[in-house]
């Protein structure tokens, strides 16, 4: 039997186990790189920088910090990498494969899920372990859910982003500029004192329903709620729109031209 | 059977057809070089054989599918190297192809593709660290990994050092005599010419020469005699056959014929007569080179060339 006809009559590999690998591939890269230690260490930092002696520390300012670390990782190293391996030709050399295009960009997007949400889970211990965060499984569970949700929406509407990011050089100033106010109106280190209409704008914004969700589950105690429905529908909202406006605009190749002819936007097969 | 049946296909950017009207096919199992300058459309007629771009007109066949239709079970029937991609740094080589061949039916094994590339020594080295002509042969053992009908690479070797072309070249080779299919873009005539039995020549979107190196030579007009003289050489007695090609602001001879055995005596005649030593005397073949630029300055009519 020759190659070729084993190639056309063999069984083509399965969604599911390209996604997994994917997954995989990517989550080893993440791991592999030195810009993920900022979403994992910043916060615990920051967080002992500020509350240093302190014995106990409020449930909502750990779900600040948390949350702090699952964005800066689902939002601005994601993207920053994002643009930097469309522009290096990196997702072109992917497209030129039979891996289906949505296994490998939810590949990355999932594997940003994995990352952010341990981020997020690193300051969640430092809370349990420094300042006397009483974490139950419930609560934990719930978090978690809000963890997911939280990563999956930020990396989703990052992606989208990052198509009318043009060059490497853009996407920091670009994913910073669109994150800090956010963040920052949303409470993530406190709350601020703000206008009625822009806690009211706030609310619906990936970032302040998932510090509240968190803050809920993580204070979770016997007779008190244990989650906030209204936020992870405000973040389950955000990560199916991110994933749509991601699949519609999805870029390829890099923005440069090639040859003096017009750059391809491409979408998914 | 083709492997490849490309018919009128066009492609227009707004008023500028990159591709015009190409017409070819390939049979399975040969080694095509497409030749031209650079915008010749060599790589937008690549793109759309990949399924990458769609034709404006016309139509393309690859493995007998439309190639904007091919689906995945398609691609993995094609392999691709192509121009200005990159890779992640972070995994080493072998971890890298292990990942690719993941995507595949049937892929070759890691160490059989490492040998193919001549990267076996390389194998756990990380992509990052490779050199430039190191990197191009993993993309090439990329292209490979899932053991493709059809071999597309485009401008393979461009900014390779001339031993990373050379290990690029017989990767090339061994893998045309396991029976794959390339098509190649260069603008390296030499290369064409050291790996490819057809030539397609491609000039402003158009096929201006479809033939083989050898009719390209033959065609390439006639053989040379080029000499430079030194200052004080005695040219107003130059044979009256040899005068009437001397540049006399640079006291260079440049003679073409298509028999040159005559103008070559009479200039070894006057340079014995003479005691004058032609240090600086070529006589040569007609060039490829020389061919090719006359190919793509005009259409050739040349024995299989497409109007």
Redesign the interface.
């Known amino acids: 039997m020759?190659?070729?006809t084993?190639?056309?009559s063999?069984?083509?590999?399965s969604i599911g186990?390209?996604l997994a690998?994917q997954v995989s591939?990517q989550a080893?890269?993440l791991a592999?790189?030195r810009a993920i230690t900022i979403g994992v260490g910043l916060p615990v930092i920051l967080l002992i920088a500020s509350h240093g002696q302190d014995t106990h520390t409020d449930a909502t300012v750990i779900a600040g910090y948390a949350a702090f670390g699952l964005t800066l990782t689902a939002w601005n190293t994601y993207g920053v990498r994002l643009v930097a391996?469309r522009e290096?030709?990196?997702l072109?050399?992917w497209?030129?494969?039979?891996?289906?295009h949505s296994c490998y960009f939810l590949g990355r997007i999932l594997a940003t899920v994995v990352v952010a949400v341990a981020a997020g889970a690193a300051t969640v211990a430092a809370g349990v372990l420094l300042y006397g965060l009483h974490l139950t499984v419930s609560g934990a569970l719930v978090a978690l859910v809000a963890f997911v949700l939280g990563a999956f929406a930020w990396a989703a509407a990052a992606t989208a982003l990052t198509a009318v990011i043009p060059t490497l050089e853009a996407a920091a100033p670009t994913l910073m500029l669109t994150y800090f106010p956010v963040i920052i109106i949303s409470g993530i280190f406190g709350a601020i004192s703000e206008p009625h209409w822009l806690s009211t704008i706030a609310s619906y914004l990936p970032a302040q329903p998932l510090v509240h969700a968190l803050a809920i589950s993580l204070g979770h105690t016997a007779g008190h709620a244990l989650l906030s429905a209204r936020d992870l529908l405000v973040l389950a909202a955000w990560a199916l729109a991110g994933l749509a406006a991601a699949i519609a605009t999805f870029r390829w190749e890099p923005h440069r031209p090639?040859?003096?002819?017009?750059a391809?936007t491409?979408r998914r097969? | 059977m083709s492997a490849i049946v490309v018919d009128k296909l066009t492609k227009r950017f707004g008023g500028l057809a990159a591709v015009d009207s190409v017409s070819f096919e390939v049979p399975e199992g040969q080694l095509v070089a497409v030749l031209g300058p650079n915008g010749a459309g060599k790589t937008t007629t690549l793109e759309m054989l990949e399924g990458f771009l769609a034709p404006t007109s016309g139509t393309a066949r690859v493995l007998g599918v439309d190639p904007h239709r091919g689906d995945r079970r398609w691609r993995a029937r094609i392999g691709l190297v192509l121009q200005s991609t990159s890779l992640d740094a972070e995994l080493t080589v072998r971890d890298t192809l292990a990942v690719f061949a993941g995507l595949y039916p049937t892929p070759r094994p890691v160490g059989e593709v490492l040998e193919l590339v001549d990267l076996v020594d390389d194998a756990e080295a990380r992509v990052g660290t490779l050199s430039g002509g190191q990197r191009r042969r993993v993309d090439v053992a990329i292209g490979i990994i899932g053991c493709p009908e059809i071999l597309f690479l485009d401008e393979p070797t461009t900014g390779l050092d001339p031993e990373a072309r050379r290990r690029a070249w017989t990767a090339v080779e061994n893998l045309n005599t396991t029976g794959t299919t390339v098509v190649l873009t260069t603008h390296y005539i030499d290369e064409a010419d050291h790996l490819a039995n057809r030539l397609v020549l491609l000039a402003a979107g158009r096929i201006v020469a479809d033939t083989t190196p050898e009719r390209l030579r033959a065609e390439g007009g006639p053989s040379t005699i080029r000499c430079r003289f030194a200052d004080g050489a005695p040219l107003g007695d130059l044979p009256a056959t040899l005068a009437g090609h001397l540049d006399r602001h640079d006291h260079s001879l440049v003679v073409r014929a298509e028999d040159i055995t005559a103008p070559l005596r009479d200039l070894l005649g006057w340079a014995d007569r003479h005691h004058l030593d032609l240090a600086g005397l070529e006589v040569g073949p007609p060039s490829l080179e020389d061919a090719y630029l006359a190919a793509i300055g005009e259409p050739l009519a040349t024995d299989g060339t497409l109007p």
Request: glycine share 6%; hydrophobic share 30%; aromatic share 2%.
């Open positions: 020759t190659d070729t084993r190639a056309t063999a069984r083509m590999p186990r390209l690998a591939y080893r890269l592999s790189g391996a290096a030709g990196v072109k050399r497209r030129a494969t039979p891996l289906p090639t040859q003096q002819r017009p391809q491409s097969q």
